[in-house]
């Protein structure tokens, strides 16, 4: 697991995570109820996400958009801003998974502009209508001014059949600090699902 975050508001890619270096992640089972879908540009929330899908015995699949977002933190927010204020960007997605395996999703994102980063945006756009009848839970990490508005744009796009569950948010700098604290999360959601079935 990557110990040193890029961590802060202004930090760099570590260029791991803009499918520049590394394949993205594709951990998929044939028999897990519960699905990690996450994007992190800069490694905070690939860190959790990791955690997730262990302590949920969870699939994983990392979103990347077709064209990377750069490693300069401010060219980084130039483009995430004409995005949002245009269209969103194209994502890899032709190996996503088949959803009917599923009941659980957990969507991880970092927040940008006080919203879903981009990618998880344009993902809820292209797929959030097949996520019916799931129970839903989104994870973000952000640097200090809180998840925004991510939770009301995850509702507006899945069904109204779909149940979205409490949703987690922390500091990018306190990550590290608060693994218990999400593990609790997590179980509490892992164990929402079961309950629910
Ligand atoms: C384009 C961009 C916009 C951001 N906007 C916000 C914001 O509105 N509020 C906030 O608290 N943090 C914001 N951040 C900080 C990130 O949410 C935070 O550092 C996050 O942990 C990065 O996650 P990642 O390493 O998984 O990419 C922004 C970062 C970027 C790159």
Not at 138 to 158: D, I, P
Request: net charge neutral; aromatic share 8%; glycine share 8%.
């Amino acid at each position: 697991m990557n110990t040193q975050l890029p961590k802060g508001r202004g930090a760099i890619s570590d260029g791991k995570d803009t499918n520049l270096n590394e394949a993205p992640t594709r951990f998929i089972t044939k028999n897990a109820k519960t699905l990690v879908i996450y994007f992190s540009r800069s490694g905070n929330t690939e860190y959790q996400a990791k955690i997730a899908q262990k302590v949920l015995h969870a699939d994983s699949y990392e979103l990347i958009a077709k064209n990377s977002y750069p490693t300069d933190y401010d060219a980084t927010v130039s483009r995430s801003n004409q995005e949002q204020a245009g269209s969103l960007p194209q994502l890899v997605t032709d190996d996503l998974p088949n959803f009917d395996q599923y009941d659980l999703l957990l969507l991880g994102s970092p927040i940008w502009g006080m919203t879903l980063a981009n990618p998880m945006q344009k993902f809820l756009e292209q797929f959030g209508s097949q996520l019916g009848g799931k129970r839903i839970a989104e994870f973000t990490t952000n640097a200090g001014f809180g998840a925004g508005n991510a939770q009301r744009v995850l509702k507006e796009l899945v069904p109204v059949s779909a149940t979205i569950l409490n949703d987690y948010t922390i500091r990018d700098t306190e990550i590290e600090k608060t693994n218990d604290q999400f593990k609790d999360w997590l179980q509490q959601t892992g164990v929402s699902r079961i309950l629910c079935k």
